[in-house]
């Protein structure tokens, strides 16, 4: 079995940060690509940024400059840091990543059950 946790959601100002982080564990052999999607209500979930084993990030263009999204391998986590926070940046924040379970076997999917971020003044 393997788990994704987030924490670090919260309530905040506009303007404020927040440092996301996302732990995996259970059966993993390695995690390839991990990603962070947010889903407003009402919304669609959209990805936010993502990140390869080697350390290249992509970002919405919504966040770029805003947000950091980064990860150790060696303790299978992954992190957000979230500033200069807007009103539209809340949402439920979810991490997924790519995992090999086994050496030799498929890389499968798997998702963190969420962590709220609202930012309101």
């Known amino acids: 079995q393997v788990q994704l946790v987030e924490s670090g959601g919260g309530l905040v100002q506009p303007g404020g940060s927040l440092r996301l982080s996302c732990a995996a564990s259970?059966?993993?052999?390695?995690?390839?690509?991990m990603a962070w999607y947010r889903q407003a209500p009402g919304n669609q979930r959209e990805l936010v940024a993502s990140i390869t084993r080697g350390g290249s990030t992509d970002y919405v263009d919504s966040v770029k400059g805003r947000f950091t999204i980064s990860r150790d391998n060696a303790k299978n986590t992954m992190y957000l840091q979230m500033n200069s926070l807007k009103p539209e940046d809340t949402a439920v924040y979810y991490c997924?990543?790519?995992?090999?379970?086994?050496?030799?076997?498929?890389?499968?999917?798997?998702w963190g059950q969420g962590t709220q971020v609202t930012v309101s003044s």
């Open positions: 259970g059966s993993i052999f390695r995690i390839y690509a």
């Open positions: 997924k990543g790519n995992v090999q379970v086994w050496a030799g076997t498929s890389l499968l999917d798997y």
